[in-house]
């Protein structure tokens, strides 16, 4: 065994395994259908599940918004109530591929943290994910976006009552736009996607 590769051996074994944390959120790899998830179409626009796409494995929520309307442009909101959740601190994300779009465009996976039960109308505080790594998928890379929240973040701690997550996909007047949504996750540390790392061992 070469010095170099008993270091990165060693390097690895030096690494403390995250502790596995359940997602909460149902169904969020699309992998048959959007079972659990509310889609809202506004303007010309669709949601479907694609079979044939996904990160890593295939099943995904295809989005396609057109604006079609100057005054009011197409969107679509695909969002997710969890009414039961542990305390803080939580970690959220997603992965999104862009497929295609014609002009601008605005899009965001966020969490809002509601006073009230079943994610019912209320005082929320919204928190968004931040672009991170590239990531493979079947059809093309998708980008993986990640969050996380601290502590609950309404006025004096809470309580937050529920959590709901959403996905928004908007596109200017005249343009397309078409995004791929897979691998949604919300919980405590450890809820995030570990990735396999590649070393380059010679």
């Known amino acids: ?17 995250m502790a596995r944390a359940d997602n909460l959120i149902a169904n969020p790899d699309f992998h ?13 626009a669709t949601a479907t599940v694609s079979a044939i796409d996904g990160s890593p494995d295939a099943g995904s929520l295809e989005m396609s918004v057109t604006g079609s309307d100057p005054f009011d442009t197409g ?14 601190p939580w970690v959220f ?24 039960p079943n994610c019912g109308s209320g005082l929320t505080r919204s928190t968004y994910a931040d ?3 590239t990531v493979p ?9 990640s969050g996380s929240v601290p502590t609950d973040p309404l006025p004096g701690g809470g309580p937050t009552q529920s959590v709901l ?14 995004f791929r949504l897979d691998k949604v996750y919300f919980g405590p540390p450890g809820t995030t996607p570990v990735e396999l790392m590649r070393f380059d061992v010679q």
């Open 75 to 88: 969107s679509v909101t695909v969002s997710q109530c969890i009414p039961s959740f542990g305390p803080g």
């Open 165 to 178: 997550l959403s996905y928004q996909l908007f596109s200017t007047f005249g343009t397309t736009t078409v």
């Open 131 to 133: 672009p991170g790594a």
């Open 32 to 44: 048959v259908d959007a079972a659990g998830w509310t889609i809202q179409i506004n303007g010309t």
């Open 93 to 116: 994300g997603g992965r999104l591929r862009q497929v295609s779009s014609t002009g601008a465009f605005t899009q965001g996976l966020s969490v809002d943290f509601l006073a009230v």
């Open 1 to 17: 065994m070469s010095l170099r590769l008993a270091l990165v051996t060693l390097a690895i074994a030096a690494v403390p395994a």
């Open 137 to 145: 998928g079947i059809q093309g890379s998708y980008v993986q976006y």
